[in-house]
């Protein structure tokens, strides 16, 4: 239980196009979703978190114009890259809060690779 | 502010060696304390909490608040344990809305 289902895996876009990565909460409901970014062999940086039915909020230094993030739904958040860049390529994972027992759950992740 | 520090970068142990992962946290609060498995290509896996105190393939980690670590330990390192390993913290909150602060994680790999 307590899946969090994240797509694409991939995706290639040009340079100056969004791209929309979604992140659905399976068999539970997600009040609180979390943004990260991961850089090649370095550690999970937190972009925003992202509550539903109100803004996300938002890590220092992280264009919140650049990232869009909507949480509309309990159960799905999507983040868009907008007007991309090469520098935005990274890998981006979200997760989730499943409650006491099982903690946060992650998504599998998305490459995104801008060229 | 949160801060994860592991100090290990790559860990190269051989099979049936013991091994330590090294996590130091700052908080000024109560923290919640994590460790994360990611196996090649896959995602992010749970390990262990520390207040679950549970043993999940081996590994044992206890919460030491006076030297504010969480080191991660096994007694007998088997080949499948290879993988990047992440400690991270969150505030305490039943709410789930506290944010996970990652360590830079440690690769391990167990040599036959």
């Known amino acids: 239980g307590a899946v969090v289902s994240q797509h694409p895996s991939r995706v290639i876009c040009k340079s100056g196009t969004s791209v929309k990565i979604e992140c659905r909460s399976l068999d539970f409901q997600a009040t609180t979703m979390f943004w990260y970014r991961q850089f090649p062999k370095q550690s999970l940086m937190l972009m925003a978190t992202?509550?539903?039915?109100?803004?996300?909020?938002?890590e220092q230094g992280v264009e919140k114009d650049k990232f869009l993030i909507n949480h509309a739904s309990l159960t799905l958040s999507t983040l868009t890259v907008t007007s991309a860049h090469p520098e935005d390529s990274s890998f981006y994972i979200c997760?989730?809060?499943?409650?006491?027992?099982?903690?946060?759950?992650f998504g599998s992740g998305t490459r995104l690779t801008v060229v | 502010a949160q801060r994860v520090t592991q100090p290990e970068k790559l860990l190269s142990v051989f099979k049936g060696a013991p091994v330590e992962l090294k996590c130091n946290y700052s908080?000024?609060?109560?923290?919640?304390l994590f460790w994360y498995v990611q196996y090649s290509r896959q995602r992010l896996q749970l390990l262990l909490r520390?207040?679950s105190r549970e043993s999940i393939k081996g590994f044992t980690a206890d919460l030491n608040k006076g030297e504010t670590s969480f080191h991660l330990k096994k007694p007998f390192a088997q080949e499948e344990d290879s993988a990047m390993y992440y400690c991270a913290l969150s505030g305490q909150s039943r709410g789930g809305s506290e944010k996970l602060v990652f360590g830079k994680g440690t690769k391990l790999t167990v040599n036959p």
């Open positions: 992202s509550n539903e039915g109100s803004k996300a909020t938002y």
């Open positions: 997760s989730a809060w499943t409650g006491v027992m099982l903690g946060y759950t």
């Open positions: 520390h207040i």
């Open positions: 908080y000024s609060g109560s923290p919640e």
